[in-house]
């Protein structure tokens, strides 16, 4: 070979890797000439070696419906192209083309996985094979004349790659198994490190590490601070059958107690000005938090930890408008976790409150806002009662309970000044603010706002500063000052697309919306108010869907189209009314009136005016009917759609059949 110029390929050198790199060390050495092309698992090592990953197939990027956008991708193209070879090819319908969809990232682009499905082809529906994939190793299986033992099954396959390494080697790897998603050295350290010498881990993590990506069984995801790792599943999923039911036990419980850590390390940092960079920290770690509470559950033992774990993400969950998720995980850690420390079950007790309130779940929001502020006045400590009272307020403020809500909210801002928490200040100002907005007093809930922001600008709360500016815009705008409304509505939209908020950014797209209609710009108006719609039902935000629906209504009635303004209307009212919100309702009442009074029914107009002034005029409870730590409940939210009920009846019954198309409000209230 030495006086020849050509290139030598060496095809799986991964099982004699190092008698391979002797090889090619040689010949390099004696023949220069020679370039070497050599596959394999593991790097060979060699001074001069340029290593190429291999990626996976790619996989479909576009609609899974969309065969065109499936078949782009490679996974797809290698199993349809495979299973035609056991069953006569022909067109796709939808369903079939989104399960070959399915099975393409379920298997990761892993050609010889994708081929293994695919001879499944012959005697199962495209459907079925997605349906057994959670069992991936039974169903992968191709016991073919003339094929490699290794390559006749999915677990031969992983049997034949763990069995080339070091005991070590094989000792982290099953270990990473106890991982969801990314993860990175430092969790491997506090999960995956023997405590003591000696027990199986004799090399560093990191050296361990380096091999099994060395090998190509650890992925490196891209990153630009701190590196990360993940398994493909298929490795996952052997590695977590190769660890005992007591090291699973074990490394979980590791999991879970290290990523409490992470969370409340991140805590304190959510509401300062390193706010987003915590955010997206636990961004990255969400499928492993997920993964810890998950855990924490299915041990008694453990749920202590889990209600710690969610007692630090909640403010997370909110700002991610992740509140569906929190609120299942709060309402079952709490019910499991009744011995817990009395300040820990408070703070889970008024988080849950929170994002039920911020759904519309006023049942649940009522009884963990109650028992917050009962769990409080018992601890004794005048901030966990001041943040208790804080919630309590924005639940009976929900209720319209504006005298009650305004006493909660004053007596939580003296516990937050007598304990010098300037960030509990600036959110008490803020809640008083929205308690005078409701009441129609513009001047005293702007200069509360105005003195909000102030402080959170001293704080360096960027996120929170935005949501004031949002306020002052909102209450410029009610004041006619579309002007200013616009200009601080849209610098709180900047605002909130940088900081990626999406319920910031459907409350700017609301009220620009609203603005715009005010002013003539009805199309602009329409995709604004559109957009906020679609992301307020996707997370689930029954207040706001209502208060949009209201907000299309008026737009459309500012254009003529009196047929939407109708629909929307009555949909707001239906809304309205399952949150038991009487002003709400009223409001509802009042547009279905001014568009009958257009359309010249004057009687129709007028007994819709008198519902609506009939709701608007049944006072609040007073404040002393809750008292207002007293633990009682006034105007249950059965009681207020009753009352509702009732009016909306008795206009009803005043109407004749072609006037009446209120809705029927007998249905269940939307539980959504």
């Known amino acids: 070979l030495a006086p020849r110029r050509l290139l030598l390929v060496l095809d799986n050198c991964e099982h004699l890797v190092a008698g ?17 092309l050599a596959t394999s698992r593991e790097v060979l090592r060699l001074p001069g070696e340029v290593v190429y990953a291999v990626p996976p197939l790619s996989l479909p990027a576009g609609p899974d419906g969309d065969p065109a956008a499936v078949l782009a991708s490679e996974a ?9 070879l056991v069953r006569p090819p022909r067109p796709l319908d939808p369903q079939e083309t989104r399960a070959v969809a399915t099975i393409a990232r379920r298997l990761e682009g892993i050609p010889l996985a994708i081929e293994l499905a695919a001879a499944r082809a012959r005697v199962l529906a495209l459907e079925q094979i997605v349906q057994r994939l959670d069992d991936r190793f039974r169903l992968l299986r191709r016991p073919a004349r003339g094929a490699v033992p290794r390559q006749q099954t999915l677990r031969a396959t992983m049997y034949w790659s763990y069995d080339l390494l070091l005991p070590e080697e094989q000792t982290l790897l099953a270990r990473l198994a106890v991982f969801a998603g990314t993860f990175d050295l430092e969790a491997i350290e506090a999960v995956c490190a023997d405590p003591q010498p000696g027990n199986g881990q004799g090399a560093g993590v990191l050296d361990l590490l380096t091999s099994l990506v060395d090998k190509s069984l650890v992925m490196v995801e891209p990153s630009t601070d701190v590196a990360r790792y993940r398994l493909l599943d298929t490795v996952c999923e052997y590695c977590r059958e190769r660890l005992a039911a007591s090291d699973l036990a074990l490394l979980q419980d590791r999991h879970l107690r290290h990523y409490t850590a992470v969370a409340e390390a991140a805590e304190p940092h959510l509401r300062g000005p390193a706010q987003q960079r915590w955010l997206l920290r636990l961004d990255r770690e969400h499928d492993n938090l997920r993964a810890a509470l998950g855990w924490s559950l299915r041990r008694p033992e453990a749920v202590g930890w889990g209600l710690r774990l969610a007692a630090a993400l909640w403010w997370s969950w909110y700002r991610r408008g992740h509140y569906s998720e929190g609120r299942r995980w709060l309402r079952a850690l709490l019910a499991g976790g009744a011995g817990a420390p009395a300040a820990l079950r408070l703070k889970a007790l008024y988080a849950a409150a929170y994002l039920a309130w911020r759904q519309g779940d006023m049942g649940e929001a009522e009884t963990y806002s109650l028992a917050s502020v009962g769990l409080a006045q018992e601890h004794g400590e005048p901030l966990p009662l001041a943040y208790a009272l804080l919630v309590r307020g924005i639940v009976v403020r929900a209720q319209r309970r504006l005298a009650l809500a305004r006493e909660l909210h004053e007596r939580s801002l003296a516990l937050f000044r007598q304990a010098g928490h300037l ?3 600036a959110w008490a100002l803020r809640m008083l603010g929205i308690v005078e907005w ?21 704080i360096g709360d960027g996120w929170a500063v935005t949501v004031c500016l949002s306020d002052l815009g ?44 005010r002013q003539g710009r009805f199309e602009e108006a329409d995709a604004l108010l559109d957009r906020s719609l679609h992301l307020y039902e996707k997370l689930g935000d029954r207040w706001d869907i209502a208060t949009v629906h209201a907000a299309i209504a008026e737009a459309a009635e500012r254009r003529g189209d009196v047929a939407r303004a ?37 009687e129709r107009a007028s007994a819709l005016a008198r519902a609506a002034e009939a709701l ?4 609040e409870a007073p404040a002393s009917t809750e008292g207002p730590l007293s633990g009682t409940t006034a105007a249950a939210g059965g009681a207020v759609r009753a009352a509702i009920d009732e009016v909306v009846a008795a206009v009803q019954a005043d109407l004749v059949p072609a006037q009446n198309d209120l809705p029927t409000l007998t249905k269940k209230p939307d539980q959504r």
């Open 20 to 36: 391979c790199a002797h090889v090619v060390e040689a010949v390099l050495r004696r023949a220069p000439g020679i370039k070497v």
């Open 76 to 84: 797809a193209r290698l199993f349809l192209e495979r299973a035609g």
């Open 423 to 425: 960030e509990g200040v």
């Open 438 to 458: 409701h009441d129609g007093r513009m001047e005293p809930a702007r200069a509360r706002f105005a003195e909000a922001c102030a402080l959170l600008e001293q």
């Open 474 to 517: 909102h209450v410029a705008a009610h004041l006619g000052d579309d002007e200013t409304a616009e200009r601080l509505l849209r610098r709180a939209l900047d605002r909130y697309t940088t900081l990626e908020d999406e319920m910031g950014m459907a409350s700017a797209w609301e009220l620009l919306g609203e603005v715009a209609a």
């Open 566 to 602: 109708r629909a929307e209307w009555t949909e707001a009212l239906r809304r309205w009314r399952d949150l038991a919100d009487r002003q709400g309702v009223a409001r509802s009442l009042e547009g279905l009136a001014r568009l009958a009074r257009a359309a010249g029914q004057a």
């Open 616 to 619: 608007r005029g049944r006072a």
